[in-house]
């Protein structure tokens, strides 16, 4: 069973810093595209970034050069580094396996991890 | 960026009804890479369809997907009590991934 669990969410003042972290089980981790999506208090879905499993990288325009996403494929785990957060950046931050048959979709996600940044 | 706008933005309807849900890209979108998700209340996505028409594990046949460049639908046939819930379209297209505002489903 895929299972996806992340943590690191919290309260944070306005150009500060959190890392937010998934851990993965019940797949082959290294094999798969793993990605961050957002969704703003009831707001829709933003997609955040993307890890592909040759070490490529994907950002939105919204977070680049201000987030950074790595994975240790060792230990199954994916991280979402954020700096210069913003009031805009408040959301639930889901962690998601990227599809077996494209890569362009999301076929299991995590369960969120909040995260509020105060201005 | 492709946009993708969905239609209508709430849908009233009655179980055993017929939804029918829209999606619009800004420009032509691979059908491989049209997805469609279910998003119920205080939970996280469900991958309902994927490459515009596959169903993905364990999703019910009375959802169904279709269509082809510009425009998509996502077709439940029956509503079921458990079907009543906020569905978003998404692509992927020049290393982004965008998805569309929703269409909530209500009874």
């Known amino acids: 069973e895929v299972q996806l669990l992340e943590s690191g969410g919290g309260l944070v003042q306005s150009g500060g810093s959190l890392r937010l972290s998934c851990v993965a089980s019940?797949?082959?981790?290294?094999?798969?595209?793993m990605s961050w999506v957002r969704q703003a208090p009831g707001k829709g879905l933003e997609w955040v970034s993307t890890?592909?499993?040759?070490?490529?990288?994907y950002y939105a325009d919204s977070v680049k050069g201000r987030f950074t996403i790595s994975r240790d494929s060792s230990k199954s785990a994916l991280t979402l580094q954020m700096n210069s957060l913003r009031a805009e950046d408040t959301a639930v931050y889901y962690c998601?396996?990227?599809?077996?048959?494209?890569?362009?979709?999301?076929?299991?996600w995590g369960q969120g991890a909040l995260v509020t940044v105060s201005s | 960026e492709i946009v993708l706008t969905q239609s209508p933005g709430t849908l009233s309807l009655s179980p055993g009804e017929r939804a029918t849900l829209s999606c619009r890209a800004s420009?032509?979108?691979?059908?491989?890479?049209l997805t469609w998700y279910q998003q119920k209340p205080g939970q996280a996505p469900r991958l309902l369809i994927y490459?515009?028409?596959s169903r993905a594990t364990g999703i019910p046949d009375r959802f169904s997907g279709s269509g082809s460049g510009t425009d998509f639908t996502l077709t439940i046939s029956r509503l079921e009590p458990e079907d009543f819930a906020v569905y978003y379209c998404?692509?992927?297209?020049?290393?982004?991934?965008?998805f569309g505002q929703g269409t909530k489903v209500e009874i």
């Open positions: 890890f592909g499993p040759s070490g490529n990288t």
């Open positions: 420009q032509s979108v691979s059908s491989s890479y």
């Open positions: 019940g797949f082959a981790f290294s094999s798969y595209s």
């Open positions: 490459g515009a028409s």
């Open positions: 998404q692509q992927f297209g020049s290393s982004r991934w965008t």
């Open positions: 998601a396996k990227n599809g077996a048959v494209t890569d362009k979709d999301f076929d299991y």
